[in-house]
């Protein structure tokens, strides 16, 4: 089976700008967690979404959203990017729950 | 709610010595417990699980970790150190009760000593 993959994989924005992120979970899977990792921060979970429907969500502001498609596949959405929006953007799939398999991430620098 | 530390931000230990990565956890149902591993730029990858049964669980790469109840405790350990294992260590908590959602600890970067 394919792993997950995440869309693109560098990004380079400017403030104020908004930015989407691709994220396709492992075959058969339905669940799609969203992570934003920094240096200070470490891994801070943003949202899951489960058959289209947001399950879970992180202590983030508005301007950070997510979908998922019939496909399963997610987008997250960051608008009016600040500096500290800077970071590794991670993914991450799961069947049953117990599980979670990663993508590469997605590295967003904010200038 | 759930949560996790992991003792220890940074550890070093020499090539072919003992590696120990401390984890405790919160649960409030009985948990599943996760170690990954992230090498630079890179995803992480799961290194081993505990879910039910065995307290002592086997994983990849010869690292091996035992979940302790009383203590609420799950240490990641291997015997001995190789200078591949030098990545950042995650351990995470999740259970049924939060919808499966996913607690990570803070993660331990681990340096080898040739």
């Known amino acids: 089976k394919a792993g997950v993959t995440q869309t693109p994989r560098y990004l380079i924005k400017t403030r104020g700008q908004q930015v989407t992120l691709s994220c396709s979970p492992i075959?058969?899977?339905?669940?799609v967690s969203w992570y934003q990792q920094t240096p200070g921060q470490g891994l801070q979970f943003l949202f899951e979404y489960f058959s289209e429907t947001q399950r879970n969500k992180g202590n983030f502001p508005g301007r950070f959203s997510g979908r998922q498609f019939s496909n399963s596949r997610s987008e997250m959405n960051v608008s009016t990017l600040e500096l500290g929006d800077s970071a590794l953007y991670l993914c991450a799939s799961s069947f049953s729950g117990n599980e979670q398999f990663f993508g590469p991430g997605t590295r967003l620098t904010v200038l | 709610a759930q949560s996790v530390t992991q003792l220890g931000s940074h550890v070093s230990v020499s090539e072919g010595a003992l590696v120990l990565l401390r984890c405790n956890y919160s649960?409030?149902?009985?948990?599943?417990l996760f170690w990954y591993v992230q090498y630079p730029n890179q995803g992480l990858q799961l290194l081993l699980k505990?879910?039910?049964?065995?307290?002592l669980v086997k994983g990849i790469n010869g690292f091996e970790a035992e979940f302790k109840k009383s203590e609420t405790s799950f240490h990641l350990t291997k015997p001995s150190a190789h200078m591949s294992d030098a990545a950042e260590y995650f351990c995470?908590?999740?259970?049924?009760?939060?919808?499966?959602?996913?607690?990570f600890g803070t993660g331990t970067s681990l340096t080898v000593i040739p």
């Open positions: 075959s058969g899977h339905r669940s």
């Open positions: 995470a908590v999740s259970d049924e009760g939060t919808g499966n959602q996913f607690y």
């Open positions: 649960s409030s149902v009985p948990p599943y």
């Open positions: 505990y879910t039910t049964g065995a307290t």
